[in-house]
């Protein structure tokens, strides 16, 4: 066929296959990267969830053992009250920072130099390592020398145990968490505010709308979208929750802060149970998986009613 | 015009206070102002204070004494000075690992001439990549690890780190380069310059800014990054956060040099994201739009 075309057309499309080519050769290392490091692991944990393999013996066979560790999953009360825990800690760490996020993201919306400051000391809880955040609010809630109590003394307040109260050690987690990303969702917040038409919020003024109705009518439906998303990823991030649960209670006391990533971490590398913590792993990203696409449903829904 | 002057939403006074008033939105700022800045004062406070004064009760909330004993106990006592260098090793690998072959990945997402559909398969596998928790994969490497005996080396945390970090940059920056005008490429092809020649001398200089958000978010990602770096180090390459969760013992009393550890870790983000906030907050903007 080739010889049929002329000269000029040949070259081209010789260039296009080349792009191709090189639009391949940009590709691949990224996805061979993440196919070898993320993805076979994952084929390798849902392998695992059909066998028990102990993985501390040295020269331990992994035995075949069907659907045991899914039977077990759904039998086991231990990981029903972390799977429990862990959406007490989503929903009502989430839905503080969403509301307190999307207020101070209102107040600090302006231009003036105050917004600014504010903006950039924001930042710093946001980029601390969870770890180190964990260990100082355990140093402030420490029962007998931490700030927290001292400070709450002043008011009449005494002798609140932070963490070793099945409540409030559940609390404090989930004030924690709220201290670190509340901000975040104030930051991208005030960003998405930043962007919005402001032409059209001076029309809706001049033509009489009060400031609540133009927040109620305007603001709010064009940032919808973003809330949204900001909703979801909030909302997956916080069913990763590992660190600062780690630092600060470990789960406990007892199963009071338990989280599944803490509890498949136990059964993996405390108890050395693979097949286990494969099976859970399997259903987790199930769960995950279902969640973000009704996220997405619900973003396309939001987006169409614009 | 005085109506503008009162209900200017882009004034200084925000949008909230148009609504709620003034006060509300004073009082809001100093709240959240107060709840943020106390435990960094208290942080920055005990990492200087005198040993009687951290563990003395009442706390001292305004020490009269301050020292650098703590820093001096910290790269006296703990291999810190080696853990600190290693997380610097680990974090800037991965970061140009990340960026180099995460934009690249992008491009061809967002503008390579590959067939719609091969995109939209990896755009998702990545989205899907992006989302799962890094747990579940924590015991097949673990695993797998151990077998090829790359636990406890620097490179097994620079291959996971760099792993976790890539869907992420890819989706960042297929975000900003769908943003550029599709006529800077057709210009370049009419030139005769190939893909490689499009990209390196057309795009890349004029997507810095994204270059940066995603390089600082993939620096601060790995910076503080505590579950892999727990499980694949035992003595030799403990990270930072690895560290100061060490401090924490059914003791619990070295809270001087925890704090100090603390702050010397968050010391270079909050230099880095400070200088560069503009591209910082750009990225997480441009990361939400992406979803």
């Known amino acids: 066929m080739e010889h049929r075309l002329d000269g000029k057309t040949n070259r081209l499309s010789l260039s296009k296959r080349k792009d191709t080519w090189a639009a391949w050769s940009f590709l691949v290392p990224a996805s061979l990267f993440l196919f070898v490091t993320s993805f076979l692991p994952l084929l390798y944990s849902a392998y695992l969830s059909f066998f028990r393999f102990k993985m501390n013996l040295p020269k331990a066979v992994p035995l075949f053992i069907g659907l045991e560790n899914y039977a077990r999953v759904f039998t086991d009360s231990q990981l029903a009250t972390s799977a429990l825990n862990t959406l007490v800690f989503a929903l009502a760490s989430v839905s503080v920072e969403m509301a307190l996020g999307l207020m101070v993201a209102l107040a600090i919306s302006g231009d003036g130099k105050i917004n600014r400051v504010a903006l950039a000391i924001f930042i710093v809880p946001m980029i601390m390592a969870p770890v180190a955040a964990g260990t100082l609010w355990r140093m402030m809630l420490d029962s007998a020398t931490g700030v927290v109590n001292y400070l709450l003394s002043l008011l009449g307040i005494s002798g609140v145990s932070w963490l070793a109260n099945t409540t409030t050690a559940m609390v404090s987690v989930i004030f924690v968490n709220i201290w670190q990303l509340t901000p975040w969702v104030t930051v991208v917040v005030a960003a998405g505010l930043k962007a919005l038409p402001q032409d059209c919020i001076q029309a809706a003024l001049v033509d009489g709308a009060t400031p609540f109705q133009v927040f109620r009518r305007i603001v709010l439906p064009l940032i919808m979208p973003l809330l949204t998303v900001i909703l979801m990823i909030r909302f997956i991030d916080a069913f990763k929750v590992f660190d600062t649960v780690y630092v600060m209670t470990g789960g406990g006391p007892g199963l009071a802060t338990e989280m599944l990533p803490n509890f498949i971490y136990k059964q993996g590398l405390k108890y050395f149970d693979a097949g286990y913590a494969g099976a859970m792993a399997v259903l987790f990203v199930l769960a995950m998986t279902l969640v973000v696409l009704l996220f997405v449903k619900w973003r396309s829904w939001e987006e169409a009613k614009l | 015009m005085s109506l503008k002057r009162k209900y200017d939403f882009t004034s200084p006074h925000g949008i909230l206070s148009n609504f709620a008033g003034r006060p509300v939105k004073v009082a809001l700022i100093v709240l959240s102002m107060t709840v943020v800045l106390f435990p960094l004062y208290w942080l920055v406070t005990n990492a200087l204070k005198l040993e009687r004064d951290y563990l003395a009760y009442p706390p001292v909330l305004i020490p009269k004494e301050i020292t650098f004993e703590s820093f001096v106990e910290l790269f006296e006592k703990n291999a810190f000075a080696s853990s600190l260098a290693t997380t610097l090793i680990i974090t800037a690998v991965t970061t140009l690992l990340c960026v180099a072959i995460g934009s690249t990945a992008a491009y061809t997402l967002a503008r390579g001439p590959i067939g719609r559909k091969a995109k939209n398969i990896f755009g998702v596998w990545f989205l899907v990549q992006k989302m799962y928790p890094a747990i579940v994969t924590a015991i097949p490497v673990f695993i797998v690890m151990r077998a090829l005996r790359l636990i406890d080396t620097r490179f097994s945390l620079i291959i996971m780190n760099t792993s976790f970090n890539l869907p992420m940059i890819i989706w960042l920056m297929m975000g900003f380069f769908e943003q550029l005008p599709i006529s800077l490429e057709e210009s370049g092809m009419l ?101």
């Not at chain 2, 004029?206 to 620096?219: M, R």
């Not at chain 2, 925890?258 to 503009?278: D, R």
């Open chain 2, 191 to 291: 030139d005769g310059a190939g893909f490689y020649k499009r990209f390196f001398y057309l795009i890349l200089p004029i997507t810095k800014p994204g270059l940066i958000s995603a390089a600082i978010l993939t620096f601060v990602a790995t910076w503080n990054e505590f579950l892999f770096s727990v499980i694949l180090s035992i003595k030799r390459t403990k990270t930072l956060p690895v560290i100061i969760a060490g401090f924490i013992t059914d003791r619990g009393l070295d809270w001087g040099p925890m704090a100090a550890a603390s702050v010397l870790m968050l010391v270079p983000v909050v230099l880095l994201t400070f200088f560069l906030q503009k591209d910082f907050v750009q990225g997480l903007a441009m990361g939400a739009v992406k979803g």
